[in-house]
């Protein structure tokens, strides 16, 4: 293992992407990115599985940014997933979408998630978003100790 | 019930009366002419009465004219007294007959000789004894031939009210038949009646039941239909959301990358490179706001009014507030006359204020001395709204594209703007039953009135071209300065 993952991006939109990426470079958050490109690899990153067989679930990313309209298998239910396991389900995940569509936040929320933003289409702005959502969960927010959610799992409960 | 069958029902009515009015007085007639019958039949005994008082005077009057026995006197007596109590009773009988009262008047006399005759011979029989009373008897006087006239006298009074009698029994015979055929025709013309009632009703039953079924179709058709338009308005508003909404990741694309082109390259760029992705820029960030509003405008096709009582006043100030950075740097004056409160959706009800009182900022930006005036006024027993501004106003012909979407009555150039606006405020008020309409003069201003609530006339915009001044409820107007 080279380095813990501190963020896990899931959107199909390479632009999007990359000017996400920009904007959390752009205030010195860049440091561990991993990138999903549809909700199938997200899954697969976060339940150590496929090509990332080899992590461990001791040491989840510190943040999920999560698209909603994804291929495969689409934002709320990688939501669902993270949310329905007890080895991910404290990973704080927040909805950044292109909607503001009110079933789309209702679904959001009662599903647990973390937080919910509309990406602004200015980039100024935009950016500005990035910055206090990636200040706020990799340097404010406390996250859970490393490994407790899963030795709760391996004690059966 | 339909107009033919009230006059149906009316003349059925009307019938029945009169055969019912027609069958008693028939019987009130029968009854009568009956009476007289009997009538006839009691005077026809009174005369055969009389005679018989005559024959029992007489034969007393020989019984003791043979025997001289004063017993015989008694039947003679009875017999005189009776005639004069049956002849008073035949004419007290045929008082409204002249002409048996005058045949009574002729017989008197006749009666009255021949009992004066009965009585002069029982007189010689009593004086003169059993001879010479026979020889006045056989020597006969007069006396039988006054009884044959008496006879005959009351014989022509018989016949006199014998003929009456015929006429009555005729009369009464025909009115008899008169009221049956009353009766019959009655009950015939009362079954055709109740017939014609009976196929009318079948009739209206039939037709009623034709029209409910008709209703029920129409109504089902109307049915599908308002379904099928809430579902194509459903999928036009969810149309217009997904474009709206897949509009902005493209957006964001030309936004961010023409963002960092200026940032990363910006001082490389020669002065026209940087004027070209200046205007890209803008043309992304009003891209950007055309399809925030087009949002915002399908929402509220979407959205379910959640109403409360809301004192309109706290949400123009409000307004006010959120309009004070626009304001910063002018001079404005406001001019806000006390508001009614109501049932609206508060948050709506604030967005209508923001966005008329906006364009009166924006619209009055060239002025030196803006002045902006908001209050309520009353017309036709409906309250109206007014916002009015000294800006730019718009030429009249065109106030039919005022409040369309897209639709802008000036130059991006002069005053910046998506169009939607208005849309947006005239689709809240609709939504609260409301109207929205304006008057302006070119360069002189613009006047905004709406209502809320479902109108309870259509007659409120008949008068809008007067002064609404005159009408405002509240005088005094706080005045601020921004």
Redesign the interface.
């Known amino acids: 293992m080279s380095h813990e993952v501190e963020i896990l991006l899931v959107d199909d939109?390479p632009?999007?992407v990359e000017?996400t990426i920009?904007a959390l470079r752009r205030n010195n958050l860049s440091n561990d990115i991993q990138v999903a490109e549809d909700g199938a690899e997200a899954l697969d990153f976060l339940f150590c599985r496929g090509p990332h067989k080899d992590r461990s679930f001791s040491h989840p990313p510190k943040l999920v940014l999560l698209d909603l309209k994804l291929p495969k298998v689409d934002g709320l239910e990688v939501l669902r997933a993270i949310r329905a396991d007890e080895r991910t389900k404290a990973i704080p995940v927040v909805i950044l979408t292109?909607?503001?569509?009110q079933r789309d936040l209702i679904d959001g929320y009662n599903l647990g998630v973390s937080a919910y933003i509309q990406?602004?289409?200015?980039?100024?702005q935009?950016s500005e978003t990035i910055r206090q959502v990636g200040m706020f969960w990799l340097l404010i927010n406390q996250a859970p100790p490393a490994g407790a959610f899963v030795a709760r799992k391996a004690r059966g409960v | 019930m339909s107009f033919a069958s009230k006059v149906i029902a009316a003349c059925a009515l009307m019938i029945l009366l009169g055969i019912g009015v027609l069958s008693f007085r028939s019987t009130l007639r029968d009854e009568r002419d009956r009476e007289w019958v009997t009538h006839t039949h009691v005077v026809v005994e009174s005369l055969e009465e009389i005679l018989i008082d005559i024959n029992q005077a007489e034969t007393g009057q020989r019984g003791y004219i043979l025997t001289g026995d004063a017993d015989y006197r008694k039947p003679f007596e009875e017999g005189t007294q009776n005639v004069h109590r049956d002849i008073e009773k035949f004419r007290e009988l045929t008082t409204d007959n002249p002409s048996q009262q005058e045949a009574a008047r002729r017989l008197q006399p006749l009666i009255a000789a021949r009992l004066a005759g009965l009585v002069e011979r029982m007189e010689i029989r009593s004086r003169s004894g059993l001879v010479a009373a026979s020889r006045a008897v056989a020597s006969g006087n007069n006396g039988e031939e006054l009884m044959e006239k008496i006879r005959e006298r009351v014989g022509e009074m018989r016949e006199t009210e014998d003929r009456l009698l015929r006429i009555r029994l005729e009369e009464a015979s025909a009115s008899s038949q008169r009221m049956k055929t009353v009766i019959v025709v009655g009950n015939a013309v009362g079954i055709f009646i109740l017939l014609l009632a009976g196929f009318v009703i079948h009739r209206e039953t039939g037709r009623r039941n034709l029209a409910e079924q008709n209703l029920m179709h129409i109504n089902e058709r109307l049915e599908r239909r308002t379904l099928e338009l809430s579902e194509t308005n459903h999928e036009l508003e969810s149309f217009s959301?997904s474009v709206a909404?897949?509009l902005?990741?493209p957006?964001?694309?030309i936004?961010?990358?023409s963002?960092?082109l200026n940032r990363d390259y910006g001082p490389k760029l020669d002065a026209e490179m940087q004027r070209y992705l200046h205007k890209i820029e803008e043309g992304?960030?009003k891209m950007?706001r055309l399809?925030d509003d087009l949002?915002s405008l399908s929402k509220i096709g979407r959205q379910q009014l959640s109403l409360e009582a809301t004192p309109l006043d706290s949400l123009l100030r409000q307004a006010v507030d959120e309009l004070a950075p626009e304001c910063s740097g002018r001079e404005v004056e406001w001019r806000i006359g006390g508001l009614f409160s109501t049932e609206c959706d508060a948050g709506l009800m604030k967005q209508v204020f923001v966005n008329l009182l906006s364009n009166a900022v924006k619209y009055t930006r060239k002025r030196e001395h803006a002045v902006i005036e908001v209050g309520q006024m009353r017309q036709n027993d409906t309250r109206v709204i007014f916002v009015r501004d000294n800006g730019a106003g718009f030429e009249m012909q065109y106030v039919g594209k005022l409040f369309g979407v897209f639709q802008r009555l000036h130059k991006a150039r002069d005053f910046e703007g998506t169009g939607v606006g208005l849309a947006i405020v005239q689709r809240i008020i609709r939504k609260h039953g409301g109207d929205i309409w304006a008057e302006a003069e070119l360069d002189q201003g613009a006047t905004f009135y709406f209502t809320l609530g479902w109108p309870q006339n259509d007659a409120k915009k008949s008068n809008t071209n007067g002064k609404p001044e005159s009408a405002i409820t509240n005088e005094v107007y706080s005045v601020a300065r921004s």
């Open positions: 939109s632009e999007d000017l920009i292109s909607s503001k569509e990406k602004p289409v200015d980039f100024d935009f | 959301y909404h897949d902005r990741a957006l964001r694309q936004a961010g990358y963002n960092l992304a960030a950007g399809v949002l």
